[in-house]
């Protein structure tokens, strides 16, 4: 399971967050300028979405204080499942898709791509997944 994050005004305290949701077998990385990955070994598609939206909401509803200053925050993540014949670059190209039709649907979403049903699954601020 992959995930990618993005827009974040610093990186190392959402990932300080991302952190504190996940297991210590899962892997988190800066992947790129404002972006995460996260790997989620042995989880599911659906096990991942739903800890991605209640990281989502961890970070969205709790404003990040830098310099003593809050700043509120929005997460977008696209999460895609290995799936047999993946490589490591269509994985994290589903991601990559799935990532930026959050951010197409407004931000502050997370958003699954799922390969079986050739459908994007959503869930954001105000969808209910």
């Not at 995460?36 to 070994?41: E, G």
């Amino acid at each position: 399971m992959v995930w990618l994050t993005h827009r974040a005004p610093d990186i190392r305290i959402v990932a300080a967050r991302a952190r504190n949701w996940l297991k210590a077998e899962h892997l988190i990385a800066r992947f790129g300028g404002d972006e995460m990955l996260v790997v989620l070994y042995g989880c599911g598609m659906a096990d991942a979405y739903d800890l991605a939206d209640k990281l989502r909401l961890a970070v969205t509803e709790h404003p990040l204080a830098i310099d003593k200053v809050k700043l509120r925050v929005s997460l977008s993540m696209g999460v895609s499942e290995l799936q047999e014949g993946d490589t490591v670059q269509s994985l994290l190209q589903k991601a990559d898709v799935a990532l930026y039709q959050s951010k197409a649907g407004g931000r502050s979403r997370v958003t699954g791509y799922v390969a079986e049903v050739s459908r994007i699954a959503s869930s954001g601020a105000e969808v209910n997944p």
